[in-house]
């Protein structure tokens, strides 16, 4: 779970690789589906994570995930417009997890 605008979001990871994004509604007291972050990026790991508005609109609408590509030479991101992962500089584009590494203990480090 993250935080974002005062609200909680979650984050699920179907094991056919698809992911959700939810956040409750007071109102009907249950959890809805988030299909556009707007002008937000997520970035996502075990260590931590956290939403970020981005001024470059190409690069929002993102999940970055401790996910690499190529022997470790590129960061994968899940775009959720097109339900899709992808990794800057290489013409990569996959639904599944196939030729993905999971780096399990990963930090994404926040500059300041």
Not at 6 to 32: C, H, M, Q, T
């Amino acid at each position: 779970m993250v935080e974002s605008d005062g609200e909680l979001i979650a984050i699920f990871l179907s094991s056919n690789g698809r992911i959700y994004v939810l956040k409750p509604d007071a109102f009907k007291k249950n959890w809805v589906n988030v299909e556009d972050l707007g002008d937000k990026v997520i970035y996502l790991s075990n260590g931590g994570s956290w939403v970020e508005k981005r001024r470059v609109s190409c690069n929002n609408n993102r999940i970055y995930l401790p996910l690499l590509y190529d022997n470790n030479k590129a960061v994968i991101f899940y775009d959720l417009k097109t339900q899709r992962y992808h990794c800057n500089g290489y013409d990569f584009s996959s639904t599944s997890f196939y030729h993905i590494k999971q780096i399990f203990h990963s930090v994404w480090i926040k500059p300041t």
